[in-house]
């Protein structure tokens, strides 16, 4: 414990207040009325005021008290004090056109353009000064939303924790992209296998060398028992799109992808699993259940994401 914290943990903030009605009133009898107190309690209270501050604080007079200058030396602090306190003790409403406030959250990079982009947008007509930074997806972003480098994710597992809050978002459904001119985009049947006859590019996820969860996109080959060989693994989405551009290789992403107007216009999709679409979740921690502030990010990303 600190020096400050130790101080103040042997003062009962309640004897601010009654130094603050005291300075006011300059009178202890109309002060114990103003705080439902016995005059005897004032009395005690007014007491324990002079041990703490180390000063008489008041003199009495034949029409009251009479503070000291010491008494006055608080009086002029006590209100900007009293009021701070206020705040910090009260839920105000939350005003999005003035907070400036920052905040972050982790993004699939393939599910980013049609995922963020629209709430950002929106975000910086209704809150234009509020901080948006967004990270990549983790493999478990659970720790990161614990200790508070996050204070969203969108991630396609829940969290087993009741610690956690998750809110689904929508299904989403594995897809092949292929570059608009590629060779399997002639083919109409049996296009899966004719996939597999090419090299795929992957986005490499954030942590996922430390982190012993299986990479998702490969999780779907090998449950399905599928082989394909990957070409190429990067963590920037540019690169593995130039190398689609430029070689016969196909991307695993999921159908947000496509909802892009810029990929739309250079990557096609080639196939769906159909029967295979998860569910993407809004995740925050319960440390952020009663800030005003945090549940109107949430709300604001729901209601962005409302065309899943």
């Not at 009293?82 to 939350?94: E, G, K, N, R, V």
Request: proline letters at 4%; charged letters at 20%; hydrophobic letters at 40%.
């Amino acid at each position: 414990m600190s020096n400050i914290e130790n101080k103040l943990s042997r003062i009962d903030l309640n004897l601010l207040v009654s130094l603050s009605v005291l300075l006011q009133e300059k009178n202890v009898s109309k002060a114990a009325q103003r705080l439902y107190l016995s005059q005897s309690a004032m009395s005690r209270t007014l007491q324990r005021l002079r041990e703490v501050f180390d000063d008489p604080l008041f003199h009495r007079s034949a029409r009251g008290i009479v503070p000291t200058a010491k008494a006055i030396e608080l009086g002029d602090k006590l209100p900007n004090l009293l009021a701070q306190l206020d705040d910090i003790l009260t839920h105000s409403a939350f005003d999005p056109i003035n907070c400036d406030s920052a905040f972050t959250i982790s993004v699939p990079t393939l599910m980013s353009h049609a995922l963020i982009l629209p709430f950002m947008m929106e975000l910086n007509l209704q809150a234009p000064n509020i901080c948006i930074s967004e990270y990549s997806a983790k493999i478990s972003p659970e720790k990161s939303l614990l200790t508070g480098a996050l204070d969203f994710a969108i991630h396609i597992n829940k969290p087993n924790s009741d610690d956690f809050n998750s809110t689904l978002i929508g299904k989403i459904t594995p897809t092949i992209y292929a570059r608009n001119n590629h060779p399997v985009t002639r083919f109409q049947k049996d296009k899966l296998t004719k996939c597999l006859n090419y090299g795929f590019a992957e986005l490499i996820l954030e942590d996922e060398i430390e982190s012993n969860v299986e990479h998702p996109i490969k999780a779907l080959f090998t449950r399905k028992s599928l082989k394909r060989k990957v070409i190429i693994r990067s963590s920037q989405l540019s690169i593995l799109i130039q190398m689609l551009l430029t070689k016969d290789l196909l991307l695993t992403a999921t159908c947000l992808l496509g909802k892009s107007k810029d990929i739309n216009k250079i990557l096609t999709p080639v196939y769906q699993f159909k029967n295979d679409s998860v569910n993407l979740y809004l995740i925050s921690h319960r440390r952020t259940d009663n800030s005003a502030a945090h549940q109107w990010i949430k709300q604001l990303l729901l209601t962005s994401f409302n065309t899943l």
